[in-house]
């Protein structure tokens, strides 16, 4: 709706500039059932496939393409020629998220426009914070462009936080409860792993992009088709992908950052009937987060000494990330917190919401890790002692507390709920 449609009614290419290839397969599928001249470019298709596209560029309406595209002098000594009416850069919020590290390519897309300087152009994205607005427009080089902005947050999509240690039997029974969902994993090994345990007790598929490409879409194709129900997937399934009846979406590791999250977990409900978005976090990850993260000085050092300054920016910038991911986690999902995040402003951490045995076992220092200095002994501490120590706090109004089901909520003294 936002450039397809108006894009119908006048003569010439709309160029979209998108940053899947299993997304921009997604669209130009939709377009060509519509009966719409689209096609797209990357590499996957073979020269021969590609070089009938580019002949054939004045009879399409749409044409799809990876940001490296437009650093192929061949491809813009083509496009030189035909009508060209306007550049979409669809999922915009790339550009910051993925122009710093891993996509280089999007910070090229400021020349590529100076180009066309009188062609129209859009920026598109669910999901866009103050500090990725501004690198929008300087990397895109956008002066003073018409705003349409709504708010990212889905008031039909249920946000659940659950923090416990053996996560396998909770996933069984969404599984067991939901008619359709993903779950998304961070490692192509985890994914591999759990589908194999899966598969014996539920019709299921995995996604990642270590898969043959046949494969890959086989498998998109049967879950959009409602033939398997669940998938199994890396962060490399589901943008834009279009299901109506996804109701479920599960996480079994916190994603790379807030945007991400939502991103992912707008895949669901796409017919506005509702859906649950569950977040399992193992304590121990949260507890370890600093020691995955942390930039220590020798580690700044070497990269120095190595010469490897783009190591440097990345862990610098998941350091970043990885900060706004445990406020967000300690903020229990609230709507209030992600509308905060979103309009760039700061929020202060309110607690965590973690099931109360596990809160003992963690204090009493079981499973190798500890908490709190004051229950450092291998033989853990009596619960009797841990109950005089909380209550003590709460007495003194360093902690508050809150039951919620069987979740305790704790919360540093002088906040709000």
Same mark, same amino acid.
């Given at each position: ?37 689209? /096609?797209?470019?990357?590499? $996957?298709?073979?020269? %021969?496939?590609?070089?009938?596209? !580019?002949?054939? @560029?004045?009879?399409? &309406? ?93 008031? /039909?999509?249920?946000?659940? $936080?659950?923090?416990? %240690?053996?996560?396998?039997?909770? !996933?069984?029974? @969404?599984?067991?409860? &939901? ?239």
């Amino acid at each position: 709706m936002c450039y397809q449609l108006p894009s119908l009614g006048r003569p010439g290419l709309t160029l979209v500039i998108s940053p899947l290839i299993a997304l921009m397969q997604d669209q130009v599928t939709q377009l060509q059932n519509a009966g719409i001249a689209a /096609d797209y470019l990357c590499s $996957l298709k073979s020269v %021969e496939e590609q070089n009938t596209i !580019l002949s054939s @560029l004045r009879e399409l &309406s749409f044409l799809y393409i990876t940001p490296e595209r437009v650093r192929s002098q061949n491809f813009l000594d083509i496009l030189d020629t035909v009508l060209l009416k306007a550049v979409v850069i669809d999922e915009a919020h790339c550009v910051s998220l993925w122009g710093k590290t891993f996509r280089p390519s999007y910070r090229h897309l400021k020349a590529f426009l100076s180009r066309y300087p009188h062609i129209q152009r859009i920026a598109l994205s669910a999901t866009i914070t103050p500090p990725v607005k501004r690198d929008i427009f300087t990397y895109l080089g956008l002066r003073h462009p018409v705003l349409i902005e709504e708010p990212p947050l889905r008031q /039909d999509i249920s946000l659940h $936080l659950h923090v416990r %240690e053996n996560l396998f039997p909770f !996933l069984l029974h @969404l599984l067991s409860t &939901s008619p359709c969902g993903i779950v998304y994993v961070q490692s192509r090994y985890t994914c591999e792993y759990l589908g194999f345990l899966l598969k014996k007790h539920f019709p299921i598929e995995i996604y990642h992009a270590g898969l043959e490409k046949a494969q890959r879409d086989t498998t998109l194709k049967r879950f959009l088709s409602g033939e398997v129900p669940w998938i199994i997937a890396t962060s490399a399934f589901g943008m834009g992908i279009d299901k109506a009846d996804i109701r479920t979406i599960v996480h079994l590791h916190p994603p790379a950052s807030i945007e991400d999250y939502l991103q992912q977990v707008g895949r669901a409900s796409r017919d506005g009937k509702g859906a649950h978005a569950y977040l399992l976090v193992s304590p121990s990850r949260l507890a370890h987060w600093k020691k995955r993260h942390s930039l220590d000085f020798f580690f700044v050092l070497s990269t120095f000494f190595r010469g490897n300054i783009l190591l440097l920016q990345r862990r610098w910038f998941e350091n970043q990330l990885w900060r706004d991911m445990l406020q967000w986690i300690g903020d229990g999902l609230s709507f209030r917190f992600l509308a905060s995040y979103f309009a760039g402003k700061k929020t202060r951490w309110r607690g965590f919401g973690i099931p109360f045995l596990t809160l003992v076992s963690l204090l009493q220092g079981k499973g190798n890790w500890i908490l709190h200095p004051s229950y450092g002994k291998k033989q853990g501490t009596p619960l009797s002692v841990f109950s005089r120590w909380l209550w003590h706090n709460i007495s003194n109004h360093h902690l508050r507390l809150r039951f919620l089901s069987d979740t305790l909520w704790i919360y540093p003294g002088g906040t709000h709920e």
